[in-house]
């Protein structure tokens, strides 16, 4: 019962430094999403796709680069860290039905603090 | 730009007390609002609206959608102290992200 799965859940990083935040999803979604969520700011939307090889913007996008080379991983590229990227990331995934809404499952999170 | 409002950002109550949090939407091509409970982790899912009117009911909690005035609300009755997170209103469009609120945090003391 896996659902959305992200890895490390925790890490420091120093300034300039690049990491990649892994995401993989056993559900067969189509959409897939990567939002940071800052304290008393609710959750941002950094980068979606809507399906294997498909990638685009979404609210904060600076400072990230994602692929989606699968239909089950989604990974978030930070290059060159700032103090500014500390957060906590949120990988989610959702099954676009094509009607009227749709749900989207989170994973655990991944803590991340630039010194 | 589409934009989610929560009202209010926080509130305190005590155990058997009833809430009610309230989320106001601008989507473009509004297509369904939903509602999240947070706490330590990531996001829980709780309801789905997409149709006004129609009152959607798990246990205690409870929620609404006014596709004419453009909100929701959360009922939440004889409140528990495991009912304390903060419980995140997101809006979707045709494109199918969602626009999150900042979220209410709900703290119920025994």
């Known amino acids: 019962n896996a659902g959305v799965t992200q890895t490390p859940k925790f890490h420091i990083l120093k300034i300039g430094q690049s990491m990649t935040l892994q995401c993989t999803q056993d559900m067969n979604h189509n959409y897939m999403y990567w939002y940071r969520q800052d304290p008393g700011m609710g959750l941002k939307l950094i980068y979606y796709s809507v399906g294997a090889g498909i990638t685009d913007k979404g609210e904060v996008p600076n400072g990230y680069n994602v692929s989606r080379s699968t239909t089950e991983d989604f990974p978030l590229r930070l290059e060159l860290a700032a103090p500014s990227q500390t957060s906590v990331y949120f990988c989610?995934?959702?099954?676009?039905?094509?009607?009227?809404?749709?749900?989207?499952?989170f994973g655990e999170g991944s803590w991340l603090t630039v010194v | 730009e589409d934009k989610v409002v929560q009202s209010p950002l926080s509130l305190v109550v005590h155990e058997g007390d009833t809430v009610t949090l309230n989320c106001s939407y601008e989507v473009t091509n509004f297509r369904s609002l939903l509602w999240y409970k947070q706490e330590k982790k990531a996001p829980t899912f709780l309801f789905m609206l997409t149709s006004s009117g129609i009152e959607k009911k798990s246990g205690r909690l409870s929620s609404i959608l006014d596709k004419k005035e453009l909100f929701s609300i959360l009922n939440i009755t004889a409140t528990q102290t495991g009912d304390s997170a903060v419980y995140l209103c997101a809006a979707g469009g045709s494109n199918y992200k969602l626009t999150f609120g900042k979220g209410t945090l709900l703290t119920v003391n025994p």
């Open positions: 989610a995934s959702s099954l676009n039905t094509g009607t009227s809404g749709n749900t989207i499952y």
